[in-house]
């Protein structure tokens, strides 16, 4: 098993570009997150899904989308990126009823200049 | 509103004993969990408390007092890999997701 697995590991945009980080899992997880990491902020949630098709706001979820079409993939998309946006993101997964553990993917650091 | 409380930085001895405290204030609480963070990598699950007591999970321990809303990590005999950020992570029913803080960055020295 990969368990998760985030595309791309790193990324430079310019202010203004889109672009669409995936999270794939293959434990057949029904829960998926996506979170940013900022120095001294610990992790902050973007958005989650708690199934396939359904997706809900998290406590910082402006200026990004998602999407979640497959139960195995979670897509996070910058419509316009902003320098405010650089950070590290994380994917996470857990089953139902797991609430102690989540899966962390490996990141994927994003530069927006 | 939710918070949480942890020291931000620890410094301890290798083969010592640190224990690092987390209280928290959450809605609909489950459970406290640890995570711990080594520079440049993803969170790693540690141990888990969904009652009150003492979980122990080889060298790192953990305990849960729900009615002070308080918890803490313990790791024994101290290596320098064991240097890393930690961070406490209560578990909200009603959100279906852990809370974050900011962590606690533990430096072991020789």
């Known amino acids: 098993n990969a368990g998760v697995t985030q595309t791309p590991k790193f990324r430079v945009l310019k202010t203004g570009q889109s672009m669409t980080l995936l999270c794939a899992q293959d434990?057949?997880?029904?829960?998926m997150y996506w979170y940013r990491q900022d120095p001294g902020m610990g992790l902050r949630l973007i958005h989650y899904?708690?199934?396939?098709?359904?997706?809900a706001k998290g406590e910082v979820p402006d200026g990004y989308n998602v999407s979640r079409l497959k139960k195995q993939n979670f897509l996070l998309g910058l419509e316009s990126a902003a320098p405010s946006q650089t950070s590290v993101y994380f994917c996470?997964?857990?089953?139902?009823?797991?609430?102690?553990?989540?899966?962390f993917g490996p990141g994927t650091r994003l530069t927006v200049l | 509103g939710q918070s949480l409380e942890q020291p931000s930085e620890v410094t301890a001895v290798e083969g010592a004993i640190v224990q690092i405290n987390c209280t928290y204030q959450?809605?609909?609480?489950?459970?406290l969990s640890w995570y711990q963070q080594h520079d440049g990598g993803a969170p790693t699950f540690l141990s888990y408390?969904?009652?009150?007591g003492l979980e122990e999970t080889g060298r790192f321990s953990s305990f849960l007092s729900r009615s002070d809303s308080y918890g803490y990590l313990l790791l024994q005999e101290l290596q320098m890999k064991d240097s890393a950020s930690y961070f406490c992570?209560?578990?909200?029913?009603?959100?279906?997701?852990?809370?974050f803080g900011t962590g606690t960055r533990l430096t072991v020295i020789p």
């Open positions: 996470a997964s857990r089953p139902m009823g797991g609430t102690d553990t989540q899966y």
């Open positions: 434990m057949n997880h029904e829960y």
């Open positions: 899904s708690v199934g396939e098709g359904t997706t």
């Open positions: 959450t809605s609909g609480f489950y459970g």
């Open positions: 408390n969904a009652l009150d």
């Open positions: 992570a209560p578990f909200q029913t009603g959100a279906n997701n852990l809370f």
